[in-house]
């Protein structure tokens, strides 16, 4: 009886842990500032911020405080999208910091 319990245990925990590391497998990546920018800014704003392709503010002049940065991401404005629903909070938080950055 003993060496069933054993097994029991056993088998219990392994199927706990493959769960966990699948689980933690499918939670999101924060990217970091750049990462975030270079995959989703770069095409408008440029590597450096100042391409302004389609009327993209060059953001090395732009000198909007962290709300109005966050508003703007966040809501989007004239032709640039919103992504409040594609990225999270932490993701536009951190692309802010990295935006400051590029500021000359």
């Not at 097994?7 to 499918?26: D, E, L, T, V």
């Not at 924060?30 to 095409?43: M, T």
């Amino acid at each position: 009886m003993r060496t069933k319990i054993s097994k029991r245990i056993m088998q219990i925990a392994i199927i706990g842990f493959f769960s966990i590391s699948s689980y933690s497998q499918n939670l999101p990546v924060l990217k970091s500032g750049k990462d975030v920018f270079e995959f989703k800014c770069v095409a408008c704003h440029g590597i450096d911020g100042t391409k302004g392709k389609w009327g993209a503010i060059n953001l090395q002049r732009s000198y909007l405080d962290d709300i109005e940065i966050l508003k703007v991401i966040s809501n989007g404005r004239r032709i640039m999208p919103s992504w409040k629903k594609k990225l999270t909070l932490e993701e536009i938080k951190s692309v802010i910091l990295y935006i400051k950055t590029l500021r000359k």
